[in-house]
């Protein structure tokens, strides 16, 4: 059931039961934008977490998917045929989402990126729009985070909400790396974690993908969790 975690904000439980569920997120600020759709067959469905927030997926704005993952833009699968708004991706994965590059082939990662878009290729007809550092979507901040993969982005909201995708997860209360098999380069996430919490303004809502949200002081979490890595 979908959650109101601040003003205009709202958690959607999407994937399937854990290890497999996905937090995607809602913002309503006079535009209403989807952050991360999750899996093409989420339980519960897109349709029904949207409702339960009091909005139809055909009112959506636009989408800001943190990263290209099954998780994660795999989603996109689920908005209606006719909806034809602006879907936002960090630059290098949305250049291997669309074919225009190849993920690297010698990696694990890179390996199930080639079968996802294969499998579960970005809709036809989807507008996609390359994200880069520093970017403003409408009230949203994007930050490239590389390291759980090429083009991974967080984007912060003017609220104070910080939608981090994997760059961390929550366990226990507080933000963690994400799992090493999971991403492309671990050293590179560390490098972005520690840069995100030098760079990024103090915010209150830590939104990660995985984990149950942090809505107090987000950010003193983000830099506590850089202090231990």
Do not use: Q
């Not at 960090?90 to 990662?109: L, Q």
């Amino acid at each position: 059931m979908a959650r109101r975690l601040t003003d205009g904000v709202w958690l959607l439980d999407l994937g399937l039961v854990p290890p497999f569920a996905t937090n995607g997120y809602l913002t309503d600020d006079g535009e209403l934008t989807l952050v991360d759709p999750g899996l093409p067959w989420n339980r519960p469905s897109l349709r029904s977490e949207m409702a339960d927030a009091g909005y139809a997926v055909g009112d959506l704005d636009r989408v800001l998917v943190t990263h290209f993952d099954l998780d994660h833009s795999g989603g996109l699968r689920g908005l209606p045929a006719d909806w034809r708004g602006p879907v936002y991706m960090g630059t290098t994965d949305a250049a291997i989402a669309r074919g225009d590059t190849d993920p690297k082939r010698r990696h694990h990662k890179g390996l199930f990126h080639m079968f996802v878009r294969r499998l579960f290729p970005v809709p036809e007809g989807t507008t996609l729009t390359d994200v880069e550092d520093g970017d403003e979507i409408g009230a949203f901040t994007a930050y490239h985070t590389p390291g759980h993969n090429p083009g991974h982005m967080v984007y912060l909201h003017e609220s104070g909400a910080a939608f981090l995708g994997d760059l961390v997860w929550e366990n226990g209360g507080r933000l963690t790396p994400p799992f090493w098999l999971d991403s492309y380069d671990m050293r590179g996430v560390h490098e972005s974690i520690r840069d995100l919490a030098r760079r990024v303004p103090p915010f209150e809502v830590a939104a990660m993908a995985h984990g149950d949200p942090i809505t107090t002081d987000g950010r003193r979490a983000l830099l506590d969790c850089s202090a231990r890595l």
